[in-house]
């Protein structure tokens, strides 16, 4: 059964910045778009964003435009999330999805960002 | 953005329970909901999609029915593995956004 695998917890100062790497442990992710959502206690869950099934952007939520890249490697076995200008804000759960344009139904384990002075 | 406005935040119930959770999208969305469920330190897992499909592998005591602007998800005969947290999320316009999530605990 395949499964998301995702970076290691990660320690960010306030205006630095973060890459979030989610490889899949057996297939690709060729054919499936990759979400990125997040979870803090008080925002609850956030979509941030999906590549396509090519690796292509669909679309960011306008709280990230201009600072959030989404990638993936020349395999499509591993996807990457960089967010740029941290605030204390973006502390958070942040996971990879794997499923249709609007939906994920495989996630990863989550990758926790803290962003502390 | 859309809002959706899900209810209750929480809830109690017993195993055997019917429970019912119902989410309000603040424009006409279709069918275009999916409903997951997460457990404490886990990611979602999603149960239904579009609406009313099931998705593979979920059990059947599981249902979602609704659309336009009202949604609701049905767990018949509540099981122990049942007590989580669950979320609607709109998938009809970007960005997707989940209602707040309610809480089923044991009565």
């Known amino acids: 059964q395949d499964r998301l695998v995702q970076s290691a917890s990660e320690l960010k100062n306030p205006g630095a910045s973060v890459q979030i790497s989610c490889r899949a442990s057996?297939?690709?992710?060729?054919?499936?778009?990759v979400h990125w959502v997040r979870q803090a206690p008080g925002p609850g869950l956030q979509w941030m964003g999906s590549?396509?099934?090519?690796?292509?952007?669909?679309a960011f939520a306008d709280l990230f435009q201009g600072r959030v890249a989404m990638t993936r490697d020349a395999s499509a076995r591993t996807m990457y999330l960089q967010l740029s200008s941290l605030t204390f804000e973006d502390t958070a759960l942040y996971f990879c999805a794997r499923g249709g344009f609007n939906y994920a139904d495989l996630w990863g384990q989550g990758t926790l960002l803290t962003v502390s002075s | 953005d859309i809002q959706m406005t899900q209810s209750p935040s929480s809830l109690s119930a017993s195993v055997g329970d019917r429970v019912s959770i119902t989410c309000r999208a603040s424009q006409s969305i279709g069918a275009s909901v999916n409903w997951y469920q997460q457990k404490v330190g886990k990611a979602p897992q999603v149960l239904v999609y579009?609406?009313?499909s099931l998705q593979r592998g979920v059990p059947s005591r599981f249902s979602g029915t609704g659309s336009g602007t009202g949604f609701t998800l049905t767990i018949n005969n509540l099981q122990p593995e049942d007590f989580a947290t669950y979320f609607c999320?709109?998938?009809?316009?970007?960005?997707?956004?989940f209602g707040q999530g309610t809480k089923v605990e044991m009565k």
């Open positions: 999320q709109q998938g009809h316009t970007v960005p997707y956004t």
């Open positions: 057996r297939n690709t992710f060729s054919g499936y778009y």
């Open positions: 579009a609406a009313s």
């Open positions: 590549l396509s099934p090519s690796g292509q952007p669909t």
